[in-house]
């Protein structure tokens, strides 16, 4: 049986006090130990930013890799060994932004990988500019005063909607029991599962505070939602203000995987098939290609 | 009369099937055991621009084309207009009859010219699209080639398309070879015969580095395709089920190299390939790559020009791009593979020195080298004599004996690591992109613990030079002057020597492979020993020289660069020769 202690790390945490980050740690151990997983059988990726620091606060397998890049390196890892849990845990800046790309592609191809986003819509680490999901209007130092950010703010619920995403769902972490059950939930999904958290980052983005998210969240499935259906889920994706919907958003079951639909892995996880051993007919066919 | 000693060209418009057409020849000459040096030449336009495929025959080994053409096969009106300069004397021209030629000039310049009605053949017998079959019945028959050759590659070539095709084009073949031999193989001097060979291979640069890789262990590739690159995944991807290859075409170059990293994190032998531009964008991931002591191969083949550049042209631009791309400082290995027998070798090697150094191995090729085709002795790429060596890998029973603290990147005297791949209960780390600990937690301030990394990282490049290979000595021990290459420009070199020693020692040829890390000392030594060098490059800076002078004191005294975007020739190295040989360095 796993237990959260085994998933205690000796570092001390650098995230300041309060930070949304530390909920998102906690119901993240208890979402794999409620799910029986050892930390040797679950690999997180992160990108670079305050909360990619993640890893270092557990112990479990880890790739701190570059910003915007943790989802190409997590489908990377899992090709070769789909007996992992890959899971990406990254910033709004690392992949809405920087890496906006890999982020479109790894839903629209289902890899079989979760991805965690803190979304704090701010960056952090480089101390406060304007992110992808802040609002219009942001004042930053990088969007002064008086216009603030001028560009809307990315939807990553539509936005994952229309990449074709096989599951999508909200929480926040000022929300432990929900977080966890979201997280669970993720990484269960057969296919690309994206979890966008609402993180407070109580440095840099005094806006979006706690107080903010719990007086405007509230849980879909208490108002009896149908995440199978994509039209309301289409719907469901703009509503952002006075109320804001946490919970499945969108989930299709059953849709084949990316690594499900790869010849070679039908024999079993690449790493582990070894080295190929090469026989006389290999040596014969590759000379015949040529002569 | 001359024997198997001449250069075919076929020249089209692209979509015209130039390619198709010279690869086919190519390969009857091959099963006629006769060595070919084979050069292609496309623009990059899918329709319109003009290709030309040229093949050296001989029947002895070719290591470069020459600029001189004796038959020139045109199947458009263009291929004659930009290559009659080059037919030799008692050259020809094969065409179309109702091609629009200028007959009067050409015969002016005393070429012979023999136009067959090919597209009347194709028509009479079978369709209009078997005229490039003709052609090529035509060409044989001219030179009287043994038409078995020609019909055995038919024969492949259309037996997916079922009997009844592969009968047409012979009989279409058939037609055009006799004609051709009827009307015009009397006043053709140039002749190919079979000779009595060995089995041999036709491959280019790009299909002998996969092969090698395969065999090499690699099973997984990830690439975004950019010329001349893209065959790389292009095979890889075809060949995947068969070889138990994960192949991942991804959404740009930073993905591939990611993906790649991922995989060999995971502990499978992975690789992308990929064009100067796209290795630009993969600049960062390579530091990563370093950092983590990820294993990594990436091939760079090289085209000419920075940014978008001549796409389909070939140059050797950026070695000094390798040796430095990324911030920081991490040890690396840069291959530069100069034949296709090199590349088959490198292909394999590559892993395992990515393996055993923890690093990144990057193998620098080109559009010559990965387009030119030649024809090797199977048993020179001895497919059973590619060695698997993982290095320090640890083996599933030795994580089992593990006690508590595996360290990843722990100190040691080689510098190299022990390496666990993740999965196992004793060995669960962090591979950490910032500064890190030796178990892999961020540490990315602490002066000391930064020292000892930097060191430890860099003790394993001490290790890896002892196993760097000098450059390989071609011709005579002394000479009057010392050719100095690096990777492509080894067959035109090598050429070059031979001919220029035909009356005495005059030249060697010291041919580079192993770029990066430099063993300095040995290379100073070598280096000693010769009295006049020239550096022969195909850039237009002299890059080699530069790292070379670096690295060990010594000044190249002459340079010859081509940067036009067209290969290094003989002819080129002889003509910039007597000219006051080249560039002063
Ligand atoms: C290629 C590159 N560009 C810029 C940076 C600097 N940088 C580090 S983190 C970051 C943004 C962080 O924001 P986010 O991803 O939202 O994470 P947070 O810090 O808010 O958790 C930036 C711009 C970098 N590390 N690499
Ligand atoms: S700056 Fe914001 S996101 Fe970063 S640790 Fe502090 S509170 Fe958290």
């Not at chain 2, 080059?86 to 136009?115: C, M, Q, R, S, W």
């Not at chain 2, 089920?241 to 591939?256: C, F, N, P, Q």
């Not at chain 2, 237009?540 to 660069?561: C, E, P, V």
């Amino acid at each position: 049986m796993a237990n959260i202690k085994d998933y205690a790390s000796p570092v001390r945490s650098t995230w300041c006090v309060g930070c949304g980050d530390y909920g998102i740690l906690n119901s993240l151990k208890q979402a794999l130990v409620k799910m029986d997983l050892e930390p040797h059988e679950v690999l997180i990726v992160t990108g670079i930013g305050c909360g990619s620091k993640l890893p270092d606060y557990m112990t479990v397998n880890g790739y701190t890799s570059l910003h915007g890049r943790p989802i190409p390196i997590a489908q990377g890892i899992h090709l070769a060994n789909h007996d992992l849990k890959v899971i990406v845990v990254a910033g709004d800046g690392d992949t809405y932004g920087i890496g906006g790309n890999h982020f479109i592609h790894a839903l629209r191809r289902n890899a079989d990988i979760t991805i965690i986003v803190q979304n704090n819509a701010v960056y952090g680490l480089t101390k406060g500019q304007y992110s992808p999901t802040s609002p219009k209007g942001f004042p930053t130092k990088t969007s002064p005063p008086p216009t603030g950010a001028i560009e809307p703010p990315v939807n990553p619920i539509a936005l994952a909607l229309a990449a074709g995403a096989t599951f999508i769902a909200r929480s926040f972490s000022g929300n432990p029991p929900h977080l966890t059950d979201m997280i669970v939930a993720a990484i269960s999904h057969q296919g690309c599962a994206l979890l966008d958290v609402l993180q407070p980052c109580v440095t840099f983005n005094r806006d979006h505070s706690y107080d903010f998210y719990r007086q405007r969240v509230y849980n879909v499935e208490e108002e009896g939602y149908d995440p199978s259906n994509r039209e309301v889920a289409w719907e469901k994706s703009s509503e952002w203000g006075d109320r804001i919907p946490i919970g499945i958003l969108y989930m299709v079951e059953g849709k084949p995987t990316y690594e499900d639909q790869v010849t070679t892995l039908k024999s079993g996880p690449l790493v582990k098939q070894g080295l190929r051993s090469w026989g006389e007919s290999d040596y014969e066919a590759l000379e015949a290609e040529f002569t | 009369m001359i024997k198997n000693n001449m250069t075919l060209k076929i020249g089209g418009e692209a979509g015209q099937g130039v390619e198709s057409s010279g690869a086919g020849f190519a390969k009857a000459l091959a099963r006629g055991g006769l060595h070919l040096f084979g050069w292609q030449d496309y623009m990059s336009r899918i329709r319109g621009g003009h290709n030309f495929f040229q093949i050296k025959v001989s029947d002895r080994p070719l290591y470069s084309h020459s600029d001189e053409v004796h038959l020139l096969l045109a199947l458009h009106p263009e291929t004659i207009d930009r290559h009659k300069d080059e037919i030799a004397t008692g050259g020809g021209i094969v065409y179309d009859e109702n091609l629009n030629v200028d007959h009067d000039y050409l015969k002016e310049k005393g070429i012979k010219l023999f136009p067959i009605p090919l597209l009347k053949i194709a028509e009479e017998t079978g369709t209009k699209i078997m005229a490039n079959t003709a052609a090529l019945g035509a060409t044989a028959g001219i030179t009287e080639y043994d038409f078995e050759h020609i019909a055995s590659v038919i024969r492949d070539n259309f037996v997916k398309k079922g009997q009844e095709v592969v009968n047409t084009n012979l009989e279409v073949a058939r037609r055009a070879y006799d004609l051709g031999r009827e009307r015009y193989a009397a006043d053709f001097d140039f002749k190919l015969e079979t000779v009595k060979a060995p089995a041999r291979m036709v491959i280019n640069g790009n299909h002998a580095l996969c092969l090698g890789a395969v065999l090499g262990g690699c099973r997984f590739v990830s690439a975004y395709p950019m010329t001349p690159a893209t065959p790389i995944i292009e095979w890889m991807s075809t060949h995947a089920d068969r070889y138990g290859l994960v192949t991942k075409h991804s959404e740009d170059e930073i993905a591939a190299i990611c993906m790649a990293i991922g995989a060999s994190h995971a502990g499978v032998r992975a690789m992308t390939a990929t064009s100067g531009g796209g290795f630009s964008l993969m600049v960062e991931a390579l530091g990563l790559a370093g950092m983590t002591e990820t294993p990594l191969v990436v091939v760079e083949v090289q085209r000419a020009g920075p940014s978008t550049g001549m796409p389909t042209r070939t140059e050797q631009g950026d070695l000094l791009f390798m040796i430095h791309a990324s911030q920081g400082e991490f040890p690396r290995i840069v291959l530069a593979p100069g034949s296709v027998e090199e590349c088959f070798y490198a292909g394999w090697r590559a892993f395992n020195l990515a393996e055993k150094y923890q690093c990144p191995v990057i193998i620098l090729s080109d559009t010559f080298l990965a387009n030119s085709l030649r024809t090797v002795e199977c048993r020179d790429f001895n497919f059973k004599s590619v060695e698997l060596d993982r290095g320090e890998l640890l083996t599933e029973e030795a994580v089992d004996q593990l006690s508590e603290g595996y360290k990843r990147y722990a100190i040691t005297d080689t510098g190299i690591s022990p390496r666990a791949l993740p999965g196992h209960p004793n060995t669960v780390f962090v591979a950490c992109s910032d500064e890190h600990t030796q178990d892999g937690h961020f540490e990315d301030e602490d002066p000391d613990n930064r020292i000892q990394m930097v060191e430890k990282r860099f003790r394993k490049m001490e290790v890896a030079l002892k196993e760097m290979r000098t450059p390989t000595l071609y011709g005579p021990q002394e000479a009057e002057f010392t050719f100095v290459g690096w990777g492509s420009t080894y067959g035109p070199v090598r050429e070059t020597v031979d001919r220029l020693n035909e009356g005495g020692n005059k030249a060697n040829f010291l041919h580079f492979t192993d770029i990066w890390p430099l063993p300095e000392d040995k290379i100073s030594h070598l280096l000693e020993t010769t009295n006049h060098i020239i550096g022969v490059e195909s850039n237009s800076t002299g890059q080699f020289a530069k790292f070379l002078r670096t690295y060990t004191g010594r000044k190249i005294d002459h340079q010859i660069l081509r940067y036009d975007g067209q290969p290094l020739s003989p002819e080129y190295i002889l003509t910039k020769l007597q000219v006051g040989g080249g560039d002063h360095g």
